[in-house]
T-cell receptor, first 112, second 112 residues
Framework: NAGVTQTPEFQVLKTGQSMTLQCAQD?????MSWYRQDPGMGLRLIHY???????DQGEVPNGYNVSRSTTEDFPLRLLSAAPSQTSVYFC???????????FGQGTRLTVV | QQQVKQSPQSLIVQKGGISIINCAYE??????FPWYQQFPGKGPALLIA?????SEKKEGRFTISFNKSAKQFSLHIMDSQPGDSATYFC???????????FGTGTRLQVFP
């Protein structure tokens, strides 16, 4: 049981490049979320999904797109990376029967 | 706009002592208050959580105290151990949503 798996673990992008951060969970969880973690800021919600085909914005959605075509996967897309998007990104999932959210190991992204 | 304020930013405690971390919230439309523990290079993991209709919850050495009228809640770690050294985040979930609002984190160091 792998839980929540994020890839890649580390990534360096140039300003203006695009990329997709992958998140997959094998627990059949309905809810999935993306957070970014910055020093002194805690974790801030970017986008979340309550099920396949349903997504909504969190606190800091600008510059990011998401889609949820399957229950297992919830990719996060950066269309045109900016230095302000340098951060550690965490994906989380939970069952609608349980309040506990399970987090992945994170993707450490640097935009130069 | 930080809706969950956490203090202190860092905390140094001697082994066997009590660690206390405080959080205060502004929005009354929160229905669930979890605490997460995060070790360097890892994702956050749920430590303990409480609902607003309960004033205290204890799990082993960890206790949450909740004061609904003051809009405050705190984490107490009894008999603190070096293995407890980590960053702790309080959070609050917006009513009937999957949106978690996190505090800014407390870095706890427990010295032997």
């Amino acid at each position: 049981n792998a839980g929540v798996t994020q890839t890649p673990e580390f990534q360096v992008l140039k300003t203006g490049q695009s990329m997709t951060l992958q998140c997959a969970q094998d627990m059949n969880h309905e809810y999935m979320s993306w957070y970014r973690q910055d020093p002194g800021m805690g974790l801030r919600l970017i986008h979340y999904s309550v099920g396949a085909g349903i997504t909504d914005q969190g606190e800091v959605p600008n510059g990011y797109n998401v889609s949820r075509s399957t229950t297992e996967d919830f990719p996060l897309r950066l269309l045109s990376a900016a230095p302000s998007q340098t951060s550690v990104y965490f994906c989380a999932s939970r069952s609608n029967l349980n309040t506990e959210a399970f987090f992945g190991q994170g993707t450490r992204l640097t935009v130069v | 706009q930080q809706q969950v304020k956490q203090s202190p930013q860092s905390l140094i405690v001697q082994k066997g002592g009590i660690s206390i971390i405080n959080c205060a919230y502004e929005n009354t439309a929160f229905d669930y208050f979890p605490w997460y523990q995060q070790f360097p290079g890892k994702g956050p993991a749920l430590l303990i959580a409480i609902r607003p209709d309960v004033s205290e919850k204890k799990e082993g050495r960890f206790t949450i105290s909740f004061n609904k009228s003051a809009k405050q809640f705190s984490l107490h770690i009894m008999d603190s151990q070096p293995g407890d050294s980590a960053t702790y985040f309080c959070a609050a979930r917006v009513d009937n949503t999957d949106k978690l609002i996190f505090g800014t984190g407390t870095r706890l160091q427990v010295f032997p």
